[in-house]
């Protein structure tokens, strides 16, 4: 059987947006209805929620003790364990939002970072591109954490965030895809 598997830098052909229309612009996402030429000719009227995008660290010590916040999130209906995370400011560099949103949410440093990949959030409707990041040769700081985030930090073996992340005990998505990268990278 081929392989039809196609990556969004291989596929080549794009949508054609023929009209978008704005129905919300809020502070963070806009929602809007777009008509688009899709590739192989069909016209679709698509809901899309473009956002700005964000990043993602997997803080790791020198024990692979991975770094996660255990943050009451609304849209989700009560605490979600997840990896430092924040959106993108106009402007920014992925890898400075990581480095920033770890010292603010989580009150660490690191020495060492680099790239796990991007992942997509929801691409059926939502542009959001989230960076995820491996931080290693952490050092405390003070964590400067936002009015409105509610969140206590828990360290927690790699090897078990794994465990818990294939079981759906961890189910943020970009936790999830960052925790089992960092530790394929590590050969785990």
Not at 1 to 23: C, F, H, I, Y
Not at 72 to 98: D, F, I, M
Request: overall charge negative; glycine content about 10%; hydrophobic content about 45%.
């Amino acid at each position: 059987m081929p392989n039809t598997t196609r990556s969004r830098a291989d596929a080549g052909a794009r949508a054609t947006l023929v009209a978008s229309e704005t129905k919300f612009r809020g502070r963070i996402v806009t929602a809007n209805v777009e008509v688009v030429d899709l590739p192989g000719g069909h016209r679709a009227t698509l809901d899309i929620i473009h956002h700005p995008g964000g990043a993602a660290v997997v803080a790791l010590d020198r024990r692979l003790q991975v770094c996660l916040l255990r943050q009451y999130r609304h849209a989700a209906g009560g605490w979600v364990r997840e990896l430092p995370a924040g959106k993108l400011e106009p402007g920014e560099a992925p890898l400075l939002t990581a480095q920033r949103e770890l010292v603010e949410e989580a009150g660490t440093r690191a020495a060492q970072w680099s790239a796990l990949g991007t992942m997509l959030s929801s691409p059926g409707v939502l542009t959001e591109t989230v960076h995820l990041f491996l931080a290693t040769g952490l050092e405390a700081t003070e964590a400067q954490p936002e009015a409105g985030e509610v969140l206590t930090v828990e360290w927690l073996a790699l090897d078990e965030a794994c465990r818990l992340a294939l079981d759906g005990t961890i189910d943020d998505a970009k936790t999830c895809v960052g925790l089992l990268r960092a530790a394929a990278r590590l050969g785990m």
